[in-house]
């Protein structure tokens, strides 16, 4: 007889398989991809960032999970890292892509090593961000003001205890 354990371990091995037959490769067992490397390396800067700033943090690490930590129990924080993609005439952009259901972007502009800290409520209806100075202290256009604004964080997690608790549980497995 199938126990509750039996019936999870099959269904995770289902998606593994899901995911291998989608994407030939399980994205947990390619460490070769440089693109998952730097974003975990930034979710691991960012959780002892806040780890160390005396925040409760925990990590999602589903794939595809819709937020990367949950802070405090009430905050869904979500970690991008974006690298400078030069182009022609001395010109390139830090990028990145927001499409997840998070209450506070932690944008990583890893080759400068500098943080960017916006509130989901502020990106409205954008899905794609853009800084195109090199050195981000240099960038005078709409994100420059969240350039290292770490307070933003406690008004953010003060708005989302408002709303209360998060019930999260890491998988088992």
């Known amino acids: 007889m199938a126990t509750e354990l039996d019936l999870y371990r099959l269904h995770q091995e289902q998606r593994r398989l899901d995911q291998v037959y989608r994407f030939w490769t399980a994205p947990a067992e390619n460490p070769s991809d440089p693109r998952r490397q730097l974003a975990d390396s930034a979710e691991r800067e960012a959780a002892y960032r806040l780890a160390l700033g005396g925040y409760d943090v925990a990590l999602t690490r589903e794939y595809g ?14 970690v991008k890292a974006s690298t400078w993609r030069p182009a022609p005439g001395n010109r390139g952009r830090y990028q990145a892509l927001w499409h997840n259901k998070a209450d506070l972007l932690l944008w990583l502009l890893a080759d400068v090593g500098r943080w960017v800290i916006i509130p989901a409520d502020h990106l409205g209806q954008r899905r794609n961000l853009a800084i195109w100075s090199f050195d981000p202290t240099e960038y005078s256009g709409q994100w420059s003001s969240y350039l290292g604004a770490w307070p933003i964080v406690d008004q953010a997690l003060e708005i989302a205890r408002q709303r209360g608790e998060i019930p999260y549980q890491e998988r088992l497995l």
Do not use: I, K, T
């Not at 999970?65 to 979500?78: P, Q, T, W, Y």
């Open 65 to 78: 999970a819709r937020f990367d930590l949950l802070v405090e129990s009430a905050l869904r924080v979500e």
